[in-house]
């Protein structure tokens, strides 16, 4: 009896017309759905595994349990001086499905105005409108009942939500004790209840939408939502476990064209030519990396790094973007010793039980996410003319490239818009790298996080000609968010420190406030008296909260690295379709627009296809 072909080898001797770089968020979108038209061949190539089966991923209540694992690309910053030096860990998915098998499974979008802005920027079609039909796409979500929704505030308007898209989405069916109270809290401190928080106004407190399929309470991902189905496609290929070194790009004509690429697969390298396209699909960390190790980029960072340069664009790489979080979180707080008002997940016996309960009957606090969520604009809670001034000092530069960016990031500050600048999240849990645990107490977090960052970063290839070699992607990538660095990064320091102290007020409020002993970290000021500052502190515990953007941003011509066809300029042949394309930053966890972007950039990618046909 004969032995089945190896991956390896269906792999190579399929005629692709189209190759995927990374199977992640967007890149499972994008694979699948070009894999829906039979004359089309796709190929992926995915650097982690494949792995359908570990509760580590599918079960909500373990989110958390995979970073700085095999799964987690395990990246790092580099040394922040606006965060006095410290680095910061960078979690990536590193397994099909990307950091949607890893993310928290928060499921929203941001508001209108932040969309539009990208159409504003030159970027026709990736407005709110334009990309509403792809965020509904995207969706299949499962209703609340009348009797969940006036006991959990678990709100929606059907007529922004998909029907039959693959990623499940749902309310959870238990909550924390403190979600109970978040609501009436918020409102105590003036912030009204959003009833639909999808019809492009995030503003205001409510109840988190997930991405659970709740009939079974697993993670509902790219890669068990878009690519399971339809993993038996033979006109769909995927190779797990492959990691691709650099895009093979040839002159034609004048200009350079992206031909196939080249991998290693179980310790062999190989190549392989694609007559078609490339979309490279590898998140905001890689697909810049990918790039430059292909020899498009600044050329001084390529000619550091040992790289031949093929096309010269100082834009790949820059402008990145990174949502700020108070160190996961602000507050931590000592709550009543009540079992059932919270997890305690370093307990082995609750955990055990835990997971029993989850295993027989799908509930309990395995199934549980933090969901008490509220968008605030500065001005709930900063007088309007200290905004003004912000916003009057930010005068947008001569600059042709910037000028645009700049004014809309200005207009956020002296403008009347009511916007999600910052978001609260609170949770019966520790969530901070820093704050240590005691075994006989339970804790609950405020989080907080900077959702339009001024501090501007890049990620590059690391300079490699003064040791004689060429970077590879076994290279990690120089990762500098530079966060709270210059003119903009004082601004995010005081937009951090302010809201602080709103936290605070939250947390002082009834009936929240009834659970609550204590503030733990920071520790409470020793006189009570004053106004606290939390400027030093926040410096000390700001982390990333994962969302980073922007490093491959989509635009009309110089100062940017792909049009808005999601096409990489001075290439032909070659897209990148993820969360790197965003030029700027929104207000929202990432996973939902990616996913849009990904049915967006197929859509486009679909109609090209047809055109040169």
């Keep these: 009896m004969g032995s089945l072909p190896r991956d390896i080898d269906v792999f190579l001797f399929t005629n692709f017309t189209h190759l995927i770089v990374g199977g992640g968020t967007a890149g499972l979108v994008v694979a699948t759905r070009l894999a829906e ?59 099909l499905g990307g950091s949607s098998a890893l993310n928290i499974m928060t499921w929203n979008r941001a508001c209108r105005e932040d969309y539009d802005a990208w159409e504003e920027l030159g970027n026709q079609g990736w407005g709110w409108d334009g990309l509403l039909p792809f965020f509904k796409k995207s969706e299949t979500l499962h209703e609340s009942t009348e009797e969940h929704q006036l006991i959990h505030q678990s709100h929606f308007d059907s007529n922004f939500h998909g029907a039959a898209g693959p990623v499940q989405t749902s309310y959870s069916t238990q909550y924390g004790a ?92 190989y190549s392989i030519r694609v007559p078609g396209e490339i979309i490279i699909c590898a998140g905001s960390v890689q697909s810049p990396q990918l790039l430059e190790l292909s020899g498009i980029g600044d050329t001084k960072v390529l000619q550091a790094a040992g790289i031949d340069v093929k096309v010269d664009n100082p834009a790949v790489g820059e402008n990145l973007q990174d949502h700020l979080s108070s160190s996961y979180p602000w507050l931590h707080i000592h709550i009543t010793q009540d079992r059932n008002l919270t997890s305690n997940s370093h307990d082995p016996d609750a955990a055990k039980a835990a997971d029993l309960e989850y295993q027989t009957s ?16 500065f001005s709930h809670y900063l007088e309007a003319d200290y905004l003004s001034k912000l916003g009057t000092s930010m005068t947008p530069s001569d600059n042709a490239k910037t000028k645009t960016r700049e004014e809309i990031q200005a207009r956020r500050f002296t403008h009347d818009q009511n916007l999600g600048q910052i978001e609260y999240n609170f949770d019966l849990s520790n969530y901070s790298p820093i704050f240590k645990s005691k075994a006989d107490k339970r804790y609950a977090s405020m989080l907080q996080m900077l ?22 992607v076994e290279d990690k990538p120089i990762i500098d ?14 937009m951090m420190a302010s809201a602080q102290k709103f936290a605070a007020k939250i947390v002082s409020s009834k009936p929240l406030a009834d659970i609550i002993v204590g503030r ?20 000390d515990n700001t982390t990333t909260d994962w969302h980073p953007v922007g490093t491959c941003a989509m635009g009309p011509g110089d100062g940017y690295v792909v049009d808005e066809r999601l096409r990489v300029h001075g290439v032909k042949g070659l897209r990148v379709c993820d969360a790197s394309i965003m030029p700027l930053q929104i207000s929202a966890h990432l996973q939902a627009t990616v996913y849009a972007i990904g049915e967006k950039g197929v859509s486009l990618i679909l109609k090209d296809w047809e055109a040169r046909a």
């Design 37 to 95: 038209n039979e004359d089309l061949v796709v190929g992926v190539l995915e650097a982690g595994p494949a792995d359908f089966d570990d509760p580590r991923i599918n079960v909500p209540g373990r989110f958390g349990e995979t970073l700085d694992t095999e799964y987690d690309w395990q990246f790092a910053t580099v040394s922040q001086t606006g965060l006095n030096g410290r680095a910061i860990p960078w979690a990536r998915g590193k397994v």
């Design 178 to 269: 403190s979600h109970q109270h978040w609501h009436e809290t918020l409102q105590k401190v003036g912030v009204n209840i959003n009833r639909s928080h999808f019809s492009g106004s995030n503003v205001g407190a409510w109840t988190s939408l997930t991405s659970v399929e709740p009939e079974r309470s697993e993670r509902s991902y790219s890669a068990t939502a878009y690519y399971r189905p339809c993993a038996k496609r033979p006109n769909l290929v995927l190779l797990a476990g492959a990691t691709v070194q650099e895009l093979l790009l040839e002159p034609r004509e004048g200009e350079w064209t992206a031909i196939g690429a080249r991998f290693t697969y179980e310790g062999e390298e």
């Design 362 to 377: 799908r509930t309990g606090i395995r199934t549980t996410l933090p969901s008490s969520v509220a968008y605030l604009p």
């Design 451 to 472: 959702q339009y960052p001024l501090s501007n970063g890049s990620i590059h290839i690391p300079p490699t000609r003064a040791s004689g070699q060429r970077a590879t």
């Design 481 to 494: 968010p530079k966060y709270y660095l210059g003119e903009g990064g004082r601004i995010d320091l005081e």
């Design 520 to 539: 733990v970290w920071p520790p409470p000021a020793q006189d009570g008296n004053g106004e606290e500052d939390f400027t030093e502190w926040v410096k």
